[in-house]
Structure formats: structure tokens, C-alpha cells
């Protein structure tokens, strides 16, 4: 017998404004620290909209060889006022030189670097259940002020 071949499910698409990135150095495991705190934003998608609430942040390591492990955590709340909590991981790298655009806050195309991360959610809202009982992948792109988020669903 053979598992059934998973499927995405486009979620909504998240743009959340994000502060300055705060560098903390190098730490003694040799990773350096980056807290970048999210400051708001939006979601919609075909059967969900609202806002990302001020208050989370994304607090990555950054490997010696550039590689951003990302471990953000944030509040969506939905147009009906339903909250959602997300914690998403994942990873972020590419060559140096598309790297050092992105931090500059370059316009960058999203093909050049790879931003993958795999949220877990959380919401109490009866109707929204179904989010504490399935698996979500996303794939991101970075702008100066923002991360733009696709969220799906894996069926």
C-alpha cells in the first residue's frame, strides 16, 4: 500500500512589517544572535484575512557560512477577531552577494536565495480547529521593512 502523495494548499499570504535588525555579535557557540521584532502587518487569502498583531519577533542564528536559522514567533488575528499564534522555522541562505543585497535592503528576486520555513499554529476558535491539527510549509521573500509570507497548507 502506498501513502497518498501530499499536496499544497495555498493558505493566505502574510506581509509583516518588521524593525531594524538588532546584531548581537558573535556568541561563544560561534552563531551569532539577530532579534528583528515584527511591528504589524497583513494577511489574506481565499478563506482567511486579518492583521499580523505588533509584538513578535524573529530571533535567527546566523551559522559562520551565512545561513539564517530562523525561529519567529507572532500573532495573527483574523477579521472575525479570532488569534492565531504561529511559531515558524525554518532556514534562509543563498550566495554572499545576494545575502549582503538582501541586508542592505535591496530589491531582490525571491529565486536568487532559498527562505523556506515550517510553521506550527495554534488558534481556540472553534472554527479555526482544523489549523491545531494540520502541517504548513511557507516560502518567504525579504524586503527592507517586511517579510512576505506564503502559507500552505500540506494535504
Not at 494577511?43 to 484575512?49: I, N, R, V
Request: aromatic share 10%; net charge neutral; with cysteine.
Amino acid at each position: 500500500m502506498k501513502p497518498p502523495q501530499p499536496k499544497l494548499t495555498f493558505l493566505f499570504q502574510m506581509r509583516a512589517t518588521v524593525g531594524t535588525p538588532i546584531e548581537m555579535g558573535k556568541l561563544p557557540n560561534g552563531l551569532v544572535r539577530r532579534i528583528i521584532n515584527v511591528t504589524g502587518g497583513t494577511f489574506e487569502g481565499p478563506s482567511m484575512k486579518g492583521k499580523v498583531l505588533e509584538g513578535g519577533a524573529d530571533w535567527q542564528f546566523i551559522t559562520p557560512d551565512n545561513v539564517a536559522l530562523i525561529d519567529a514567533r507572532y500573532t495573527l488575528e483574523t477579521d472575525q477577531g479570532h488569534v492565531i499564534y504561529v511559531n515558524n522555522q525554518g532556514f534562509r541562505h543563498g550566495r554572499a552577494e545576494v545575502l549582503k543585497r538582501v541586508a542592505a535592503g535591496e530589491p531582490v528576486d525571491p529565486t536568487e536565495y532559498y527562505f523556506r520555513t515550517t510553521p506550527m499554529l495554534e488558534a481556540a476558535a472553534p472554527e479555526l480547529d482544523w489549523v491545531n491539527k494540520s502541517v504548513f510549509v511557507c516560502s518567504a521573500a525579504r524586503e527592507q521593512n517586511a517579510v512576505i509570507v506564503d502559507f500552505y497548507r500540506v494535504d
